[in-house]
């Protein structure tokens, strides 16, 4: 049972404009989400995280929104660049009760930025 | 330079075979994960280690073991009862419960 889904296996998106990222979870919970990035044969990278207790977070050019009703976060690059080609990975951790220890990641979604 | 280093980056062995995947830290971090990734998934864990000589089980830890002697090090061996070896190898470690952050990972292929 996936608890941690990206259902869009594959993004394209032209160079400066918004890359969006979706991820959905199913375990209530999950109250700490984390996007990593991947290019290949490397290890993942920590991009961004947000606490359940807030909808949304920023670090430059990258935000993530999480909707808690809907179980649903986002990823949005702005404005997208050739080197955010990689695959991002969302996570989830129940981190009120297991801390960060068990992290659940998606399948992940590989993006492509067209020049 | 603070990091985590995996060893070797590519790895073949024989069906049958023990084999250890080396990782080691200089954070200073107390927490060591071990994963697995195959093609089109997710990472999976297999073994996470929150202190020296302590570890737990994760999801996928048939067939595999660890030992966590000294901080820095935690080593995973894939035995031969592991169904399906083949596969990218990743290390993290976390000061804590806090954010983990992945080693460079090894490729296991087994022939």
């Known amino acids: 049972d996936q608890q941690v889904k990206q259902n869009s296996p594959s993004l394209s998106v032209q160079e400066g404009r918004i890359s969006i990222l979706n991820c959905d979870y199913t375990n209530s919970m999950f109250d700490y989400f984390l996007w990593y990035k991947k290019y290949p044969a490397e290890g993942p990278t920590f991009l961004i995280s947000?606490?359940?207790?807030?909808d949304k977070n920023e670090d430059g050019r990258f935000t993530v929104f999480l909707n808690k009703s809907a179980k649903h976060l986002s990823l949005h690059i702005v404005p997208s660049q050739p080197g955010d080609s990689a695959v991002y990975f969302c996570?989830?951790?129940?981190?009120?009760?297991?801390?960060?220890?068990?992290?659940?990641f998606g399948t992940g979604t590989r993006l492509t930025i067209i020049p | 330079d603070g990091g985590i280093t995996q060893s070797p980056k590519y790895l073949f062995r024989k069906e049958g075979q023990n084999v250890t995947l080396s990782c080691e830290q200089n954070l200073n971090h107390d927490a060591m994960y071990w994963y697995r990734q195959d093609p089109g998934q997710g990472l999976r864990l297999i073994y996470y280690s929150q202190i020296v000589n302590d570890f737990q089980k994760g999801d996928i830890a048939e067939g595999y073991s660890v030992s966590r002697e000294k901080k820095e090090s935690f080593p995973l061996t894939v035995t031969s009862a592991q169904k399906n070896p083949t596969a990218f190898y990743l290390c993290?470690?976390?000061?804590?419960?806090?954010?983990?952050?992945f080693g460079p990972g090894t490729r296991l292929t087994v022939l």
């Open positions: 996570a989830a951790s129940p981190r009120a009760l297991f801390g960060n220890e068990k992290l659940t």
């Open positions: 947000i606490s359940s207790i807030k």
């Open positions: 993290a470690s976390s000061r804590g419960g806090d954010t983990q952050y």
